[in-house]
């Protein structure tokens, strides 16, 4: 059984940081793309981030490129995003996802498993 969990969720002002971490079991870690998604209240899910097997390409919405990092330890089969200056409007539900592909995909129909999410919220 496949299980995605995710943690570091968390309230923060505006330009501070926070650090989630999703644990993966249950799959063959170093075969999976690995992805970040968010859903803010009344929208649609979105991608922020994604990262090859070895973690060696990495691909980032537009909107956190240069704020956000994303980086996977296959050893703790754990994936990371790094949150930088981060703004109200980053204020959403984090989930991370898996995809066994070799391509980034950025698309939430691309991924095979979800975790169920972790509330980030960014006051102003």
């Known amino acids: 059984q496949v299980q995605l969990v995710e943690s570091g969720g968390g309230l923060v002002q505006a330009g501070g940081s926070l650090r989630l971490s999703c644990a993966a079991s249950g799959l063959t870690f170093n075969w999976y793309v690995m992805g970040w998604f968010r859903q803010a209240p009344g929208k649609e899910r979105e991608f922020v981030a994604a990262?090859?097997?070895?973690?060696?390409?990495?691909a980032y919405a537009d909107s956190v490129k240069g704020r956000f990092t994303i980086s996977r330890d296959n050893a703790k089969n754990t994936v990371y995003l790094q949150m930088n200056s981060l703004k109200p409007e980053d204020t959403a539900v984090y989930y991370c996802?898996?995809?066994?592909?070799?391509?980034?995909?950025?698309?939430?129909?691309?991924?095979?498993?979800w975790g169920q999410g972790t509330q980030v919220t960014v006051s102003s």
């Open positions: 990262v090859s097997w070895n973690g060696g390409i990495t």
């Open positions: 996802a898996a995809n066994r592909d070799i391509a980034l995909r950025t698309t939430t129909q691309a991924y095979d498993y």
